[in-house]
């Protein structure tokens, strides 16, 4: 079964202020998606990025980075410079990647989420 | 090029009534999941269908709802004789079909419907 666990339910930051969001999963697959979502207080879920198991490599977006660690299953997201527009829900997400004809192999498994509050 | 479109975006009913919530997925798409966000958590999987075809139902609640995909039309997720409980946002989202063994894995999400149960 999997499992993704967001430890931290709710964090608060002053604007400019550096931030990272822990995300720690369970699976048993050696093959797996992972995802980040953000949800702002209007309420749909912009997707931010996916990450595919077999790709370690951290990635940078502007002021948003991510590190995957397998060795820790975790896949953590920080926002660098944070800025008040970035408040929202966060969510990690895993997927598995198997049979086509499994409904599983598309399934999200959301974490709970991070309330993420950038005060100015 | 639309996104997934839901409708309503907010539905109210009284106990008891029924509630349809429907989903038109990309252009394109032909694989449509309904998702559950209960008030301050995270999605819950429901059920993925395909084309007049549930693949997955595993996370539909075994009474009262019910999910269909026509062949023509938008997915409609329908919960009957609604209780309070079932108040929560309804994420439908889609994604194209997969090719060989390549999973894309990427789901796109509509806006959501809330539901309010009176």
């Known amino acids: 079964a999997q499992k993704v666990t967001q430890a931290q339910t709710e964090i608060s930051v002053v604007e400019k202020e550096d931030v990272t969001l822990d995300c720690v999963y369970e699976?048993?697959?050696?093959?797996?998606?992972l995802f980040w979502y953000k949800q702002p207080p209007s309420g749909e879920l912009v997707f931010l990025i996916r990450?595919?198991?077999?790709?370690?490599q951290n990635e940078i977006s502007g002021r948003y980075s991510w590190n995957f660690q397998k060795s820790t299953s975790s896949f953590n997201f920080t926002i660098t410079a944070s800025q008040v527009v970035d408040s929202a829900v966060y969510f990690c997400?895993?997927?598995?990647?198997?049979?086509?004809?499994?409904?599983?192999?598309?399934?999200?498994?959301f974490g709970s989420g991070t309330q993420l509050t950038v005060l100015p | 090029n639309a996104g997934v479109m839901q409708n309503p975006r907010h539905l109210v009913r009284r106990r008891g009534q029924e509630a349809r919530l429907r989903c038109s997925p990309m252009?394109?798409?032909?694989?449509v999941y309904w998702y559950r966000q209960l008030p301050e958590e995270g999605l819950k999987f429901m059920v993925y269908?395909?084309?007049?075809?549930?693949?997955?139902e595993s996370g539909m609640p075994k009474e009262r709802f019910s999910a269909e995909f026509p062949k023509e039309g938008p997915s409609i997720l329908r919960i009957q004789q609604v209780v309070r409980g079932d108040s929560a946002a309804y994420f439908c989202?889609?994604?194209?079909?997969?090719?060989?063994?390549?999973?894309?894995?990427?789901?796109?999400f509509g806006e959501g419907s809330r539901l309010t149960v009176l």
């Open positions: 989202a889609s994604s194209p079909p997969v090719v060989a063994s390549g999973i894309s894995g990427e789901l796109f």
């Open positions: 699976t048993r697959d050696t093959t797996y998606y």
């Open positions: 990450r595919n198991s077999f790709d370690e």
């Open positions: 997400a895993l997927s598995e990647a198997g049979p086509i004809s499994s409904g599983s192999a598309r399934q999200l498994t």
């Open positions: 252009k394109g798409h032909s694989h």
């Open positions: 269908l395909q084309k007049e075809n549930i693949i997955d």
